[in-house]
């Protein structure tokens, strides 16, 4: 199951562009529970499959949350 969900934030974060995703955004695109993404996103990011987009946008909550990118649409065009 977390390969599964891990393909499908891979996805959904690839398929938004340099437009990105917050880890929450990627939880309501999806359709299934935040505890079960956004480790997945972590582990992503572990991996270097997507990266911080220097950007942040506003959750519900009120809070900063960091845009993940795919790198050839982070700050430097995926170069490390």
């Known amino acids: 199951m977390t390969d599964t969900l891990r393909a499908i ?10 437009h990105g995703m ?7 695109a999806s359709g299934r529970n935040r505890w079960g ?3 997945r996103i972590s582990e992503l990011v572990s991996a270097r499959s997507v990266i911080d987009s220097g950007r942040t946008r506003t959750n519900p909550s009120g ?3 960091i845009v993940w990118v795919v790198a050839e649409h ?3 065009g995926g170069a490390a």
């Open 9 to 18: 934030s891979y996805r959904l974060i690839h398929q938004a562009g340099a």
């Open 63 to 65: 809070r900063a949350a």
């Open 74 to 76: 982070g700050p430097n």
């Open 37 to 39: 993404i956004q480790p």
């Open 22 to 28: 917050t880890a929450l955004e990627v939880v309501e």
